[in-house]
């Protein structure tokens, strides 16, 4: 499995746009980069997938390098309520085990 | 209503008493997932169950066992609780072939005094 490197911490404003990086220089082909986030006091919950170049969705946008060792995850418009732990995760499609690292904290201030 | 539910969310128990933490779904999922949460060290993975009575080790199963009897539900037990199992627990589901898409329940925050 492929380890992954979050910053530990970030900081923003409401408002602003927020771009969580994760380095995963060992990443095999067979893998996928998955982002999910953790408010306090509540489950883990999945924000997006990828693979190769960009993703999007209703809550985010995913940009994964040519060489898909970095992928960076950006958040539109950031509010209090996107204040979180955000956690890059690398492994098999259908592999079942995600293990989570203690991710990215992300702090919104008003 | 797509939920995974967690019972009970809090819970304290003396050392070498037993635990029982249960967790359904109401999605038809699969695959079962309980994890636990210590400060600083993300989330481990305790046990996968694939299916009922089709259960399998993760990460850190020691001290742990698990029941799948039904597909909704899925239990975590523990047989003589220790103090360093005090901790939160996350029951997750998915669909097989969904990928890693998991849905976490609320967690149970377990002491053991």
């Known amino acids: 499995l492929a380890k992954t490197t979050q910053p530990p911490s970030m900081e923003a404003y409401e408002g602003q746009e927020v771009n969580v990086s994760c380095s995963h220089t060992?990443?095999?082909?067979?893998?996928?980069i998955y982002w999910y986030r953790q408010v306090p006091h509540q489950g883990p919950q999945f924000i997006i997938q990828g693979y190769k170049d960009y993703v999007v969705n209703e809550v985010a946008s995913l940009f994964i390098s040519a060489d898909r060792k970095l992928s960076t995850l950006s958040l539109p418009w950031v509010s209090l309520r996107d204040a979180a732990v955000y956690y890059c995760?690398?492994?098999?499609?259908?592999?079942?085990?995600?293990?989570f690292g203690t991710g990215t904290s992300l702090l919104v201030d008003p | 209503d797509m939920k995974v539910t967690q019972m009970p969310r809090y819970l304290i128990k003396r050392m070498g008493e037993n635990v029982l933490l249960e967790c359904g779904q109401d999605m038809s999922h699969e695959t079962m997932y309980w994890y636990r949460q210590d400060p600083g060290l993300g989330l481990q993975l305790i046990y996968i169950s694939y299916d009922v009575d089709s259960n399998s080790e993760g990460d850190i199963p020691k001290g742990y066992r698990v029941s799948r009897k039904k597909r909704e539900h899925f239990s975590l037990i523990l047989d003589s609780a220790k103090t360093n199992q005090t901790s939160v627990y996350f029951c997750?589901?998915?669909?097989?072939?969904?990928?890693?898409?998991?849905?976490f329940g609320e967690g149970s925050r377990l002491i053991v005094v």
């Open positions: 997750a589901s998915s669909f097989t072939n969904s990928g890693n898409t998991l849905y």
């Open positions: 060992n990443i095999a082909t067979s893998e996928y």
């Open positions: 995760i690398v492994t098999d499609r259908v592999g079942y085990k995600l293990t």
